[in-house]
């Protein structure tokens, strides 16, 4: 059984519809915008996606996602290497964790959730700092993407 330090788990409610929220996640173009990162390649199961961060304080960062799964209007999922910010340490050699998104919908608009998984596996030199650093971090990105989509609300979508 995972330990309670092994998995974040956020959610938030978001006031736009199912497919809108789709859009925000899986689009690269607007994933990069609400979650602080130049990506530039497609999410597509199975590949690769280097880019630098560009939130404040961390634009020395280059982060690595590896796409796992994209089920349309439910679920998308990727692998990285949880705060991974000292660029001059190697953490080819360590297990990623898995990022999963959910959403689904509820009165008030679209249920989004995020699991990030995995972190009893890391080195134990890295595991706490990184389970810490990652549930301020998705809380905070849980309110970007509250903030962002209530900017973009987008085109009306069916």
Do not use: C
């Amino acid at each position: 059984m995972p330990s309670s330090t092994d998995r974040i788990e956020k959610s938030v409610v978001l006031s736009a519809p199912r497919a809108r929220v789709w859009h925000a996640l899986t689009d690269v173009r607007e994933f990069t915008q609400w979650f602080g990162a130049e990506l530039t390649a497609a999410f597509e199961r199975g590949t690769v996606i280097n880019g630098h961060v560009t939130n404040e304080g961390y634009e020395h960062v280059m982060m690595t996602i590896w796409v796992e799964a994209i089920e349309p209007q439910h679920a998308f999922s990727f692998r990285w290497h949880p705060n991974a910010i000292d660029m001059s340490a190697d953490y080819s050699t360590e297990p990623t964790t898995i990022v999963a998104f959910t959403i689904d919908e509820v009165p008030e608009g679209t249920l989004l959730v995020v699991v990030e998984s995995g972190f009893d596996a890391l080195p134990e030199s890295r595991r706490t700092a990184a389970f810490t650093s990652n549930s301020k971090g998705w809380e905070a990105q849980m309110q970007r993407i509250a903030k962002y989509l209530a900017e973009n609300p987008g085109p009306s979508v069916a």
